[in-house]
């Protein structure tokens, strides 16, 4: 067997589509803010697509450029300014944050309702108890996935590898809140290979190339690799190694082409329901 090819590229155009479309009916603009704090090029890169995305759908989209010498404290500030200003919908601010700005510190002021990544702890305690709130965009984006790839999520096995606060987690959250069986497996685990092979829907969020082999794919599964990393020759992979898992997946996204142009579509999308909600 070899594996259907999920397409992100194209579940994400899709999204941005009806976004516009919804954009087109509003009468007003979503205000999108994004901060950079320094001047983390891979940063650079994701803040000028982030920007562009949000034009092309129609928001009021800027970027505020921060030198990396930016104290927590006008940082805040900064913060406090957008919280305040009508005209702004949705916050992000960049992550990784230089070394003497705490990022919990930061994601905890932003205000819950314009918070377009989802951090917010009160926004991650929505998603913990099953109430409406704004879910973090990577997540969101393999829900939309799953969905497009037509994968029956009630009493599945669902596998998460990855326990981040930007991933692993949430994600966990939102598998369970579509009643699928969810396990968290994680650097600790024992037997990984085993705990991922049980899976028929495994999710990879572990940030090492090519980690998951083929033989931790159940035959038929669908596989959704969330990694992105450059190797020393250039070369971006997932953390699957593909072509081995793809010989025994029923599913699977590639990378890049998979979840990465989601993340972005799913940050217009927050920002559009924070709009909604906000302005209502
Ligand atoms: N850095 C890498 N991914 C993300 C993300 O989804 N949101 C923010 N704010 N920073 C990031």
């Not at 999204?15 to 509003?26: D, F, H, P, S």
């Not at 879910?135 to 029956?152: E, N, R, W, Y």
Request: charged residues 20%; proline residues 7%; aromatic residues 2%.
């Amino acid at each position: 067997m070899t594996a259907r090819i999920i397409d992100g590229k194209a579940v994400a155009a899709d999204l941005r589509q009806r976004i516009a479309a919804r954009v087109a009916t509003l009468g007003y603009r979503p205000g999108l803010r994004v901060v950079r704090v320094g001047d983390d090029p891979a940063s650079g890169v994701y803040v000028r697509n982030k920007d562009k995305a949000a034009k092309e759908v129609g928001f009021d989209s800027a970027t505020i450029a921060l030198p990396a010498t930016t104290t927590e404290a006008e940082l805040l500030g900064v913060v406090a300014q957008l919280n305040a200003d009508p005209a702004v919908d949705g916050i992000l601010v960049q992550l990784p944050l230089p070394p003497q700005i705490r990022a919990d510190i930061v994601i905890s002021a932003v205000a819950p309702e314009k918070d377009a990544d989802g951090f917010h702890p009160l926004n991650a305690g929505r998603l913990a108890s099953g109430q409406p709130g704004l879910v973090p965009c990577t997540p969101k984006g393999v829900m939309h996935l799953l969905a497009a790839s037509g994968a029956v999520l009630p009493g599945a096995r669902a596998v998460v590898l990855g326990r981040s606060n930007i991933v692993g987690r949430p994600m966990a959250q939102l598998l369970l809140a579509a009643d699928c069986t969810v396990t968290i497996v994680h650097s600790r685990t024992r037997d990984l290979p085993a705990e991922c092979r049980r899976a028929e829907i495994l999710v990879v969020a572990v940030g090492r190339p090519e980690m998951v082999r083929g033989d931790w794919i159940a035959e038929g599964a669908t596989v959704i690799d969330v990694g992105i990393n450059r190797l020393a020759d250039g070369k971006l992979v997932g953390d699957v190694a593909y072509a081995e898992a793809a010989a025994r997946a029923e599913a699977i996204t590639p990378v890049p082409g998979g979840v990465g142009p989601m993340t972005i579509a799913c940050l217009l999308e927050n920002t559009l329901d924070a709009a909604i909600a906000r302005r209502k």
